[in-house]
């Protein structure tokens, strides 16, 4: 599966953003969706996941305020942020796996937040 993630820009503290990613391939349900991000200096970690079914996870630095969705007649992901904050800021990247390791990756999309 081929992904494309957008709706990056720059922000200020409070505001909100929402992320797209568009998928192009097969079977788009069958896989578990995820967004993860790397900010400058440190570690990529995953943000949010939605299984085929809907179910969604969350890191504890954003639970309730971000929110995943996904339409899987439309090969969509959404990644909708909200009360964002400074420590936000990062490259936010679109993700895709069936089992194990995430393995299908988009390009990246930068998020920043000002303070």
């Known amino acids: 599966v081929q992904l494309q993630a957008s709706g990056g820009g720059l922000v200020q503290v409070g505001g909100s953003l929402r992320l797209s990613c568009a998928a192009a391939?097969?079977?788009?349900?069958?896989?578990?969706m995820g967004w993860f991000r790397q900010a400058p200096g440190k570690q990529r970690e995953l943000v949010a996941a939605?299984?085929?079914?809907?179910?969604?996870d969350y890191a504890d630095s954003v639970k309730g305020r971000f929110t995943i969705s996904r339409v899987n007649d439309k090969n969509a992901v959404t990644l909708q942020m909200t009360n964002l904050k400074p420590e936000d800021t990062a490259v936010y990247y679109c993700?895709?796996?069936?089992?194990?390791?995430?393995?299908?990756w988009g390009q990246g999309t930068l998020v920043t937040v000002s303070s």
């Open positions: 391939g097969r079977a788009f349900s069958s896989y578990v």
């Open positions: 993700t895709a796996r069936r089992d194990g390791q995430y393995d299908y």
């Open positions: 939605i299984t085929s079914g809907g179910s969604a």
